[in-house]
């Protein structure tokens, strides 16, 4: 049986009055109208509650949500829920995404991880003692609020971040984010080692 959808502002009692409530909602608000108040409280609320990425989205506060093509699949005619952000700055979100999150942002923060797995690897070698050479590679910040600050800092959606798989691992397709990721790493990340149990039980991948 399906959970119900908690807000602060209203409950549905099941992921699919919630989907119904959004998709009905999008398809019958002109492109380029704001919704009402009340249902941008209830959006507004969705994302923050349930999308995996609600920092990014809504940043430095919602002033409004309007109906629009979806960034980058205007050709397509996709209709999307938009925040307009109080600094006057936007972005698009799926409704989906928040009752169905999907594999993207798991597979996104692999290709991550496999981008700068070579710093991982050099920082174990050169720091790691006899005693310590079975040992983890552990990101004293989280490795995921790392690459959170750096989607909002370089104002990226992961959602549209190609990937390519290369000998069966992940990576970002794009060399310039690629790049840009690999180096952000370099200068943000605090790296430790942590004995293998110690570094598992804080739910952490071997690095």
Same mark, same amino acid.
């Given at each position: 049986m399906s959970k119900p959808v908690k807000l602060p502002s209203r409950t549905f009692e099941s992921k699919k009055e919630a989907r119904e409530y959004c998709s009905t909602l999008l398809n019958s608000t002109p492109l380029k109208q704001k919704v009402s108040d009340y249902d941008c409280q209830i959006l507004s609320e969705l994302v923050a509650f349930y999308h995996p990425f609600s920092e990014f989205k809504i940043a430095n506060g919602i +002033? %409004? &949500?309007y109906v +629009? !093509? @979806? &960034?980058g699949y205007e050709r397509f005619k996709q209709r999307c829920?938009?925040?307009? #952000?109080l600094d006057g700055s936007s972005t698009d979100f799926s409704y989906n995404e928040c *009752? /169905?999150? %999907?594999n993207k942002w798991k597979s996104f923060q692999q290709a991550c991880r496999n981008t700068v797995y070579s710093q991982i690897r050099k920082f174990k070698q050169e720091n790691a003692t006899k005693h310590q050479l079975n040992y983890h590679v552990d990101h004293a910040y989280p490795f995921i /609020? *790392? &690459?959170k600050d750096f989607l909002i800092k370089y104002s990226l959606d992961?959602?549209?971040i190609d990937l390519i798989e290369v000998d069966n691992a992940q990576y970002i397709a794009n060399r310039k984010v #690629? /790049? *840009? $990721? $690999? %180096? !952000?790493? @370099?200068? !943000? @990340?605090s790296l430790q080692l942590l004995p293998a149990q110690e570094n598992l039980s804080k739910g952490a991948k071997t690095a």
């Open positions: +002033d %409004s &949500i +629009d !093509y @979806a &960034i829920f938009h925040i307009k #952000r *009752l /169905n999150p %999907s /609020n *790392l &690459i992961y959602c549209k #690629r /790049n *840009l $990721f $690999f %180096s !952000y790493h @370099a200068k !943000y @990340a």
